[in-house]
């Protein structure tokens, strides 16, 4: 798939709806960081839209730079701290807790690094590739997958768990193949597979 505004803006507005009616399950308030994702996942396709439509020249430069911060600080700063939290939250078991609390330190480096130094982004084989000053660690991707992908492959109900394995293949076939797109390409594989989030919550719905 070639990936274009037109894509996102596509992607991002289904998954959006997705998340909406994700949200109308939740029945309680610890349900409800793990039950936005659908939505949050969306809003970023959405955002990366206008991404693109920066770099083809179509946007403001002020516009576009906006966009490709937003994007980064929730690609990279907030999704490693909202993820965990929000399974520890919703399950709440005490061996969610180390990723909750690496996820917030990871998540606060990251953001650090995103706002204090210079980002860019560029157009490269049908995807965007987003460049940040954090250093290009196998470690801190590694981090990164553990913190997004762990809580949901160790939760006790099959489809999260079934979205943390998907989500984690995905990463890995994306990092073998592409390694450099893996922000933009990994981030529009997770939102359409957020399809099994709406699952899980009708599913425990009586």
Not at 50 to 65: C, N, R
Not at 189 to 195: E, G, K, M, P
Request: charged share 10%.
């Amino acid at each position: 798939m070639c990936f274009s505004a037109v894509a996102d803006f596509s992607a991002g507005t289904g998954v959006a709806c997705v998340g909406a009616l994700t949200l109308s399950q939740v029945r309680a308030r610890n349900e409800l960081l793990v039950a936005m994702l659908p939505l949050a996942f969306g809003l970023h396709q959405v955002v990366e839209g206008f991404v693109w439509l920066g770099l083809e020249g179509h946007v403001s430069p002020g516009l576009y730079g906006a966009a490709r911060q937003l994007y980064l600080i929730f690609a990279q700063g907030l999704l490693p701290i909202i993820v965990p939290l929000g399974f520890l939250l919703l399950e709440r078991r005490c061996r969610l807790l180390p990723f909750a609390l690496g996820g917030a330190a990871l998540g606060s480096y990251l953001l650090v690094e995103v706002l204090a130094d210079p980002t860019s982004a560029f157009i490269n084989s049908h995807c965007v590739d987003y460049v940040t000053q954090a250093p290009d660690s196998d470690l801190l991707g590694a981090a990164y997958l553990l913190v997004t992908c762990g809580p949901a492959l160790i939760s006790d109900a099959p489809r999260l768990r079934a979205f943390g394995a998907i989500a984690l293949l995905g990463a890995i076939a994306v990092a073998i193949v592409k390694a450099d797109l893996l922000t933009s390409v990994w981030c529009v594989y997770v939102a359409l597979i957020s399809v099994l989030l709406l699952l899980h919550f009708r599913a425990t719905r009586p």
